[in-house]
């Protein structure tokens, strides 16, 4: 187990080794998850507190956008949360009704009106935690449409601080609706969203409702009168200025309103979140901004605001009647763990009373968050422990809402120290739940992760492997570097190109990166080469590294079920038969492979991800107590590979 | 500038700013091998009802979204605006 120096938060505050948590909070300041009420319903929230002695008094609600927005974003929002802290402004950042970690919502609700609604709320939640006055709202995205008509209900002059804001509700529904159907391109699925309300619009695997969609079409901030705020801080993207006109309106209305265009947008918000950077400029532009708020109003002694944390309430009860199996309510427990409590994750736990001792880890895909892909981990983890499992959607340290280790590459989506994680993951369900029967599972990186923690010897009863894009890391390599699965799926672009004149002139032209085509061409055949060599090494019983047939094969020993779960057109299939080449045959349905078509990488269509969730649970659930289960829809194929 | 022009620059605009490698542009040019995706080409067509003051794609009407840089462009040239 390796032994990190010490960890990081991302705001870039060091501490050393071997402090507890309440140390590492003393020196950036309390930062822990939360519930509130909103309306009667259970959000998750997160407070950032200030690290200095004195609280300023004036909070700050972070709103974030909407739907893929908001997950490129996350990073981004805590960098703003921590330059509040840094001026003594504690923070909360929200996930509205249905969205992140919060409780359902449904599905045919104003989602406008409700996450509206849930801003208030959260501006009164920080007050009642804190004491402190005065609210600012930081809006992104449709975030900052929320925070502005929010601020009737936030009290009177609610300072104001927009990025890149929905001005119009129309054109913000057209962007959506053209990102659907760029999205839709050379795609075999229904625009219908299986379960959806009728007239809901999915984009991006994010659902708008049927009355969300009416609204917005009624929003128009410029026809409106001006918010309810003192001062307004609205930050456009450089080469984006949408909201321009707008601000010049509330300057012309009386609004003190400091406006800019500035870069970083696009790597805030339309980056996934493994490239995605925080906008540096606009944090900057920020802090300085809400320097001379705060030095406005005298700071005061901040003795009592740490307490609210132990009177919080850190437990959500989840009514089950949205889930597939009514019963007793879920709850769930975010908790940091690990021997450095770097480690966060999410509990749902199952009724009380279940005697069924099995749970499933969850892990990133990519550097996304922990609620997954289009939060499909939180919609799996309910549906699973409605069904009886204890369910840990987790961050690897460095991701999500974890803390990163000193030394640790910002981001990092495949971290050294993911197997310690895993490791500290497992002992958690064991200790804390008596869980026998545990089950990893990941989606792309994730599932590179479950595959190494299986072959490690981690005790795990079964890995759940959807579409792992590499099966080995090497240390020093970075994302942007040549990937294998690369080298499978290109060959036969470049083939095609070849007889292409228009190639040919622009090899001429030297427009054509030489050195990465023949990277390419000369890894091909090499693979072929590897997996031949491997094959013949285990017939004679030579052990080589970096063999994925010997890998697979000695999980199997260990009775370890293995699943891999497809999109039809990913490489990681081609990947798979050549660096595991026999053993699949020798494995044959003890390896199982799953294919499911008209899916992209990430399962963004509400079609193909509702057939991946049926045999994920197939997976778990009739492949591990012989229950009989409806069959599968006629798209899904299952076969073996070899 | 033609409209053609203005759509090629938008294209390799925000190819650099999503740094993703933009295949060359043809008419036959599929645009799901062009190298960009669906949130790009939001930005794209955003960015073109600034710079041609129309969006074809604003419509009731059942659109569907161009297979090929040719049937984009054309979709740009022909609409009334």
């Avoid at chain 1, 805590?78 to 359902?104: E, Q, W």
């Avoid at chain 1, 709320?121 to 600012?136: I, Y």
């Avoid at chain 1, 190494?452 to 080995?472: E, H, K, T």
């Avoid at chain 2, 062009?34 to 930005?43: R, T």
Wanted: hydrophobic residues 45%; contains cysteine.
């Amino acid at each position: 187990m390796s032994s990190p120096s010490s960890i990081q938060h991302p705001g870039a505050v060091k501490v050393q080794a071997g402090m507890s948590r309440e140390t590492v909070e003393g020196e950036i300041g309390p930062s822990f998850p939360i519930y509130f009420d909103s309306n009667g319903h259970t959000l998750f929230g997160w407070f950032q507190g200030p690290p200095a002695a004195f609280l300023a008094d004036v909070g700050l609600v972070i709103c974030k956008p909407f739907g893929y927005e908001a997950i490129c974003a996350h990073r981004s929002l805590r960098a703003f949360a921590d330059a509040a802290a840094a001026l003594g402004v504690p923070s909360l950042r929200l996930d509205y009704l249905g969205t992140g970690d919060s409780a359902p919502i449904d599905l045919e609700a104003d989602q406008v009106e409700v996450w509206r609604r849930d801003v208030a709320a959260a501006a009164a939640e920080l007050r009642r935690r804190t004491g402190v006055r005065r609210v600012c709202l930081l809006g992104v995205r449709l975030g900052g449409l929320l925070a502005t008509l929010a601020t009737d209900e936030c009290g009177e002059s609610t300072p104001l601080v927009l990025i890149a804001p929905v001005v119009s509700g129309r054109r913000y529904v057209r962007d959506l609706r053209t990102t659907r159907l760029a999205a839709l391109m050379g795609m075999n699925v229904s625009p219908e969203s299986p379960g959806a309300s009728s007239g809901s619009m999915e984009v991006s695997g994010f659902t708008l409702s049927a009355a969300t969609l009416a609204a917005l079409a009624q929003v128009d901030l410029k026809t409106r009168a001006a918010p309810a705020t003192s001062s307004v801080l609205l930050m456009d993207g450089k080469n984006m200025p949408g909201a321009a006109a707008w601000a010049q309106q509330l300057s012309e209305l009386g609004v003190r309103t400091t406006y800019s265009a500035l870069p970083g947008l696009i790597g805030m918000i339309m980056t996934p979140p493994q490239s995605a950077a925080i906008p540096l400029e606009m944090v900057a532009t920020f802090e300085t901004w809400l320097r001379d708020l705060v030095s406005a109003v005298p700071a005061r002694p901040n003795a009592g605001y740490m307490q609210s944390r132990s009177a919080a309430s850190e437990l959500m009860t989840l009514r089950s009647d949205g889930f597939a199996h009514r019963g007793d309510p879920l709850t769930e427990r975010p908790m940091f763990f690990g021997h450095d409590s770097a480690v966060f994750g999410i509990v749902t736990e199952p009724r009380p009373g279940e005697i069924r001792r099995r749970a499933v880890i969850m892990l990133n895909a990519g550097a996304d968050v922990h609620v997954g892909v289009n939060g499909m981990n939180v919609t799996l983890a309910r549906q699973w422990a409605s069904r009886g499992y204890v369910v840990l959607r987790m961050d690897l340290a460095g991701l999500g809402d974890s803390l990163k280790r000193s030394g640790q590459a910002d981001n990092e989506v495949f971290p050294e120290t993911a197997l310690d994680d895993m490791r500290a993951a497992l002992q958690l369900v064991r200790d804390r739940y008596a869980v026998a029967d545990v089950t990893l599972f990941g989606l792309c990186s994730g599932a590179y992760h479950a595959l190494r923690a299986a072959a490690a010897g981690l005790a795990v009863s079964r890995i759940l492997m959807v579409n792992p894009q590499n099966y080995f890391w090497k240390t020093g390599m970075h994302l942007d570097d040549l990937q294998v699965a690369e080298v499978v799926r290109n060959p036969a672009v470049y083939r095609q190109r070849l007889t292409s004149r228009a190639a040919w002139k622009r090899l001429i032209s030297g427009k054509v990166d030489i050195a990465r085509i023949a990277k390419i061409y000369m890894a091909r055949p090499l693979l072929a080469v590897g997996s031949a060599l491997r094959d013949a090494a285990r017939w004679g019983g030579v052990r080589l590294r970096y063999d994925l047939g010997r890998e697979l094969e000695e999980i199997d020993a260990r009775g370890v079920k293995i699943v891999f779960v497809f999109a039809r057109d990913e490489p990681g299939i081609d990947l798979l038969k050549i660096e595991a080449g026999s053993s699949l045959r020798r494995l044959g349905e003890r390896c199982r492979v799953r294919i499911i078509d008209d899916a992209d990488h990430v399962f963004s269509h509400s079609g193909p991800r509702a057939t991946l969730q049926d045999i994920l649970s197939e997976e778990l659930f009739a492949r591990s107590t012989a229950i009989s289960f409806a069959p599968l829809p006629n798209k899904v194929e299952k076969e073996l590979l070899g | 500038m033609t409209v053609r022009d203005t759509i090629v620059a938008q294209f390799e605009q925000v190819a650099v700013e999503q740094r993703r490698k933009l295949a060359r542009l043809s008419d036959e040019t599929k645009l799901l091998d062009s190298g960009l995706d669906s949130l790009s080409f939001a930005l794209i067509v955003a960015r073109l009802e600034d710079a041609l003051g129309l969006d074809p794609f604003d419509t009731t009407d059942d659109v569907k979204f161009p297979t090929t840089f040719g049937d984009f462009v054309q979709l740009y040239e022909k609409h009334p605006g």
